[in-house]
């Protein structure tokens, strides 16, 4: 157990829908990144967030938002939702801002289908 | 050009033999890491292992150990004594300083199958 918990594990969703993935880091860490993985891409950074302020960017649809808050936890919302979102999607935290030393520890992942 | 590749894209070992899961990286940057990873079938991506650009000594964690060729910019994951739990696809990842903004370049993996 990595310590970085995902909210749900599964979702079953229609095309045009949005929904809410949750994110909790370990306890301690800082920086939250959000993964997209899905079978033709590899996986696929989306953003990250230090201290509650967006830190990167990487392929993240303008589709797809995502934000820190005080409790250091995080959402990503994605909206409009196409058959191709469906993917698995990953949280990882890390305790500082990010350093080529720096480990991200994963959470379990939350399974997406759009239907 | 690829930053990380691993060369392998399956791999099957009998269980108990020691394997190797290839990585070779590309960066013209002193400092960097290197990470490997574990994504079993339940989905997962676990931790494995870390080496730093600068480190001398070949990085170990129990049965994982890194065989880090500098020169040759490889960075192999080595399991020893592997087991029918190892079965799992493997990710080599990279962290580069400079302008990268430190994000993690992944390669797209190795599927180990550990045989009884």
């Known amino acids: 157990d990595s310590g970085v918990t995902q909210t749900p594990k599964h979702l079953i969703t229609a095309t045009g829908q949005r929904v809410t993935l949750r994110c909790s880091p370990r306890?301690?860490?800082?920086?939250v990144y959000w993964y997209q993985q899905s079978l033709d891409q590899g996986l696929q950074f989306l953003i990250q967030?230090?201290?509650?302020?967006?830190?990167a960017k990487g392929n993240i649809l303008e589709r797809f938002s995502a934000q820190q808050f005080p409790d250091l936890h995080s959402e990503l919302n994605l909206s409009s939702l196409e058959l191709g979102d469906s993917a698995l999607y990953f949280c990882?935290?890390?305790?500082?801002?990010?350093?080529?030393?720096?480990?991200?520890?994963f959470g379990p992942g939350t399974r997406l289908l759009v239907l | 050009a690829q930053k990380i590749t691993q060369t392998q894209p399956g791999m099957f070992v009998q269980e108990k033999e020691a394997v190797t899961l290839d990585c070779t990286y590309d960066?013209?940057?002193?400092?960097?890491?290197l990470f490997w990873y574990k994504q079993p079938s339940s989905g997962e991506m676990i931790f494995l292992i870390y080496q730093g650009s600068y480190d001398e000594q070949n990085a170990t964690e129990g049965r994982y150990s890194l065989n880090f060729q500098k020169a040759r910019k490889s960075a192999n994951l080595v399991i020893s004594a592997s087991q029918l739990g190892d079965s799992a696809m493997y990710f080599c990842a990279m962290r580069e300083g400079g302008d990268s903004n430190y994000q993690l370049i992944w390669g797209a993996g190795t599927k180990l199958i550990i045989k009884p």
């Open positions: 967030y230090y201290n509650g302020e967006e830190r």
């Open positions: 960066t013209s940057d002193q400092s960097y890491g």
């Open positions: 306890s301690g860490d800082l920086s």
């Open positions: 990882a935290s890390s305790v500082g801002s990010g350093g080529t030393q720096e480990t991200q520890y």
